[in-house]
């Protein structure tokens, strides 16, 4: 009788659990998502949403993520706050933006004169940047992934042609991250001003410059209209976006579901640096004729040579000051001079043969 009972009951322990974890696989969730960008913005936006789209395909419905816009959650450049607190799941922005709340989390979007979009998708993935970033956010109850490159984005559009550091001196610019902290040791006033609000901020004269990304993006702005002179860029070599995700929410979520987010955020990321690079040829092909006042430049090397200087100041500050940091950049540093080793013998020579010959 005795080890009858306890059969029984063991059966019925193995049912149990058998049921539950049927019952777990079953259950729907569904997560809300804050975007910095506006509804239908494009590439960034698409980007969402394509997220949206292989989560809800690869786990057959069971999970869905319902997306918010800043028009509807009125608080673009506050979706760390409202993920942290849990008012929302999931986030998408760019980590730079919170460097005012938490100083390190600048580090993980673009660093000036730095790692190109490829350098730095390996880095996040196999040179210990994934677990840096974690580090840095996971005592704000959240999770951080690579949400989608950019590539090179432009150096900015000015009123006035920049000849001299004198012509920096004093200039008010709509530039945020770490190239914003390098810009104002030579003498720019930089601010940081939510995209919606960018082009009204150049019209009236609150900005004298902008910087947001690349043709394709800063056409449909119509920054064009208001400024001639467009520089080529050095401040943000691989402008990576993220994604942003409550842990706890995460923690909620059975084990499959977690892997479907990550590989959902992995190609959505994929996706939009292929996007970008197709987008800004395509704007980039037809801004000659279409707008022929913009000018493009290139920065003088004396203001190079300034910002690259002033960028390894701000940097040894930043690693003397906090040894979370200092990893951070070490990392970095290391890492680009590896992988840059490869790039000069493979891409750069590449595009150097292709010069010759054409």
Same mark, same amino acid.
């Given at each position: 009788? /005795?080890?009858?009972?306890?059969?029984?009951?063991? %059966? *019925?322990? %193995?049912?149990?659990?058998?049921?539950?974890?049927?019952?777990?696989?079953?259950?729907?969730?569904?997560?809300?998502?804050?975007?910095? +960008?506006?509804?239908?913005?494009? $590439?960034?936006?698409?980007?969402?949403?394509?997220?949206?789209?292989?989560?809800?395909?690869?786990?057959?419905?069971? *999970?869905?993520?319902?997306?918010? @816009? &800043?028009?509807?959650?009125?608080?673009?450049?506050?979706?760390?706050?409202?993920?942290?607190?849990?008012?929302?799941?999931?986030?998408?922005?760019?980590?730079?933006?919170?460097?005012?709340?938490?100083?390190?989390? *600048?580090?993980?979007?673009?660093?000036?004169?730095?790692?190109?979009?490829?350098?730095?998708?390996?880095?996040?993935?196999?040179?210990?940047?994934? =677990? !840096?970033?974690?580090?840095?956010?996971?005592?704000?109850?959240? !999770? @951080?992934?690579?949400?989608?490159?950019?590539? %090179?984005?432009?150096?900015?559009?000015?009123?006035?042609?920049?000849? @001299?550091?004198?012509?920096?001196?004093?200039?008010?610019?709509? $530039?945020?991250?770490?190239?914003?902290?390098?810009?104002?040791?030579?003498?720019?006033?930089?601010?940081?001003?939510?995209?919606?609000?960018?082009?009204?901020?150049?019209?009236?004269?609150?900005?004298?410059?902008?910087? +947001?990304?690349?043709?394709?993006?800063?056409?449909?702005?119509?920054? #064009? #209209? $208001?400024?001639?002179?467009?520089?080529?860029?050095?401040?943000?070599?691989?402008?990576?976006?993220?994604?942003?995700?409550?842990? /706890?929410?995460?923690?909620?979520?059975?084990?499959?579901?977690?892997?479907?987010?990550?590989?959902?955020?992995?190609?959505? @990321?994929?996706?939009?640096?292929?996007?970008?690079?197709?987008?800004?040829?395509?704007? +980039?092909?037809?801004?000659?004729?279409?707008?022929?006042?913009?000018?493009? /430049?290139?920065?003088?090397?004396?203001?190079?040579?300034?910002?690259? /200087?002033?960028?390894?100041?701000?940097?040894? =500050?930043? &690693?003397?000051?906090?040894?979370?940091?200092?990893?951070?950049?070490?990392?970095?540093?290391?890492? *680009?001079?590896?992988?840059?080793?490869?790039?000069?013998?493979?891409?750069?020579?590449?595009?150097?043969?292709?010069?010759? %010959?054409?």
């Amino acid at each position: 009788m /005795k080890i009858r009972s306890i059969l029984s009951a063991t %059966v *019925l322990a %193995v049912a149990t659990t058998f049921t539950s974890t049927q019952a777990l696989a079953q259950d729907t969730f569904t997560l809300r998502l804050a975007e910095t +960008w506006g509804p239908n913005f494009p $590439i960034f936006g698409d980007t969402t949403k394509n997220f949206a789209e292989r989560v809800e395909k690869m786990s057959d419905g069971r *999970l869905k993520v319902r997306i918010d @816009s &800043a028009n509807k959650h009125k608080a673009p450049l506050g979706v760390f706050d409202m993920v942290k607190a849990g008012q929302y799941d999931m986030g998408h922005s760019a980590s730079y933006y919170w460097k005012g709340k938490v100083p390190n989390t *600048l580090f993980f979007t673009s660093m000036p004169f730095g790692m190109n979009a490829m350098e730095q998708y390996a880095w996040f993935y196999h040179g210990g940047g994934m =677990e !840096l970033m974690q580090e840095v956010y996971e005592p704000h109850n959240m !999770l @951080s992934f690579p949400g989608g490159n950019t590539g %090179v984005q432009m150096g900015g559009w000015f009123r006035d042609e920049i000849e @001299s550091l004198d012509d920096l001196d004093g200039l008010k610019m709509r $530039i945020p991250g770490f190239a914003g902290e390098v810009f104002a040791e030579v003498g720019v006033n930089p601010t940081n001003i939510a995209p919606g609000e960018l082009y009204t901020a150049l019209e009236r004269n609150t900005i004298d410059a902008v910087e +947001w990304v690349g043709p394709a993006l800063d056409l449909r702005l119509g920054f #064009q #209209q $208001i400024a001639d002179y467009y520089y080529t860029g050095w401040h943000e070599p691989a402008t990576e976006l993220q994604f942003l995700v409550n842990k /706890k929410v995460w923690d909620k979520l059975p084990a499959d579901l977690q892997e479907i987010m990550r590989i959902a955020m992995r190609t959505a @990321s994929y996706d939009m640096l292929v996007h970008s690079q197709h987008a800004n040829s395509e704007a +980039w092909a037809n801004i000659k004729e279409e707008y022929p006042n913009v000018q493009i /430049k290139q920065f003088p090397q004396d203001i190079f040579q300034a910002m690259y /200087k002033a960028n390894e100041k701000l940097l040894d =500050e930043a &690693a003397d000051e906090n040894e979370q940091a200092a990893r951070i950049v070490k990392s970095q540093e290391e890492y *680009l001079e590896k992988s840059r080793a490869y790039t000069n013998i493979s891409e750069r020579a590449y595009l150097n043969t292709m010069d010759e %010959v054409e």
